[in-house]
């Protein structure tokens, strides 16, 4: 009888806790992916790692037409792809919108298929949009970022399909290759000025 009263007293403490919850929390465990394309993959990854809400960000390939393309067979500029970032973020913390401002930002939109020496359609800017949602934040954004060019922006916005994760050695390229000349050229710089700026922060962010 007192462990069937007992059971009966921890049910209504449950079902009161229960009312006693607010109707709106948050779902802290949603995410959603981007996928853009800004030059070198080794660049955008080392920029999107250092933002607060982005939880991973992957190196690879995207907007060809090869099937698993390697990273050889993608520098020949003859498989349709592009080299982008695959990036999950938080949408609590860090919004889209929010990423392709710090898109803009961190390579030049008004180079068709370069960035820097870096020459090919490889490098072309592109966005790949996952959804209807994400696609008319991106052409709003770019109509934007227009604002602060004198170059119309090349950037292509086209519809994501496939996405290929580049080999092994080319994930978290710049953080374990600090000290190689391109990542001393070109990465390094363009990090300090983007922190300089206060738009990406110091350290990587995402969790490992």
């Known amino acids: 009888m007192k462990s069937l009263f007992s059971m009966l007293l921890a049910a209504g403490a449950l079902n009161l806790a229960a009312l006693a919850q607010p109707t709106n929390v948050m779902n802290t465990n949603k995410t959603e992916t981007a996928t853009l394309g800004g030059g070198c ?6 920029v999107y790692e250092r933002l607060p809400g982005v939880l991973s960000v992957t190196s690879g390939f995207a907007g ?41 930002q961190a390579h030049d939109p008004t180079t068709l298929n370069r960035q820097g020496a870096d020459e090919g359609p490889q490098y072309r800017s592109i966005i790949l949009y996952h959804d ?14 227009q604002a602060d060019h004198h170059k119309p922006i090349v950037t292509e916005i086209v519809p994501f399909t496939k996405f290929y994760p580049a080999e092994k050695y080319h994930q978290g390229y710049y953080d374990a290759h600090t000290s190689q000349p391109y990542c001393q050229i070109v990465i390094a710089p363009k990090l300090e000025k983007l922190e300089h700026k206060q738009v990406i922060e110091p350290t990587v962010q995402t969790p490992k």
């Open 41 to 46: 993959f080794w660049c955008m990854e080392a």
């Open 64 to 104: 060809g037409h090869t099937v698993n393309p390697t990273y050889e067979e993608v520098c020949t500029g003859t498989t349709g792809h592009a080299e982008v970032t695959q990036i999950v973020f938080d949408p609590a913390k860090i919004s889209y919108a929010k990423l392709l401002e710090v898109f803009w």
């Open 132 to 145: 209807e949602k994400q696609k008319l934040i991106a052409e709003k954004s770019k109509l934007a970022a």
